[in-house]
């Protein structure tokens, strides 16, 4: 497989000791197959319920996907400040150019964080709402 930013052949390298990853030995990009951006999250998050809607803002680049050569779709990664490429065509993988791994991880750190606190204010609601329906249904 080649880079789909400059070319050069890309060779696979085991990531953070969680999967295998194709990666650019010229520009530092890193190719991750579809399951392998699960992977990634999943070390900093934890469900697959709480991460939410992947892409957005989807727009066709002039860059091949290696696997299979169709042109990747850059999106903009769950509304962050971050763009990644994709192959949308037949769903290969995602193109992360340098440091980009980290501030996926970054942003999930983040995301998980919102999350617990969230979760913290919504089970007091719900609790405050039981105690609420207790008291009005009591005869
Ligand atoms: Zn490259
Ligand atoms: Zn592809």
Request: negative net charge; proline residues 2%.
């Amino acid at each position: 497989m080649n880079c789909p930013k400059c070319g050069a052949e890309l060779i696979q390298k085991y990531y953070k000791g969680m999967f295998e990853a194709d990666v650019c030995p010229n520009c530092f990009g890193m190719w991750l197959d579809f399951e392998e951006l699960d992977k990634l999250e999943d070390a900093a998050f934890g469900e697959d319920d709480q991460k939410g809607s992947l892409m957005h803002f989807q727009t066709r680049t002039q860059f091949a996907c290696p696997r299979c050569g169709a042109a990747l779709d850059e999106f903009q990664y769950r509304l962050y400040d971050l763009r990644l490429d994709a192959c949308a065509e037949n769903h290969h993988g995602f193109w992360l150019d340098a440091g980009e791994d980290e501030r996926v991880l970054e942003i999930m750190r983040l995301r998980a964080e919102e999350m617990r606190r969230k979760f913290a204010v919504e089970s007091e609601w719900k609790q405050a709402l039981k105690a609420m329906h207790l008291f009005l249904t009591r005869k």
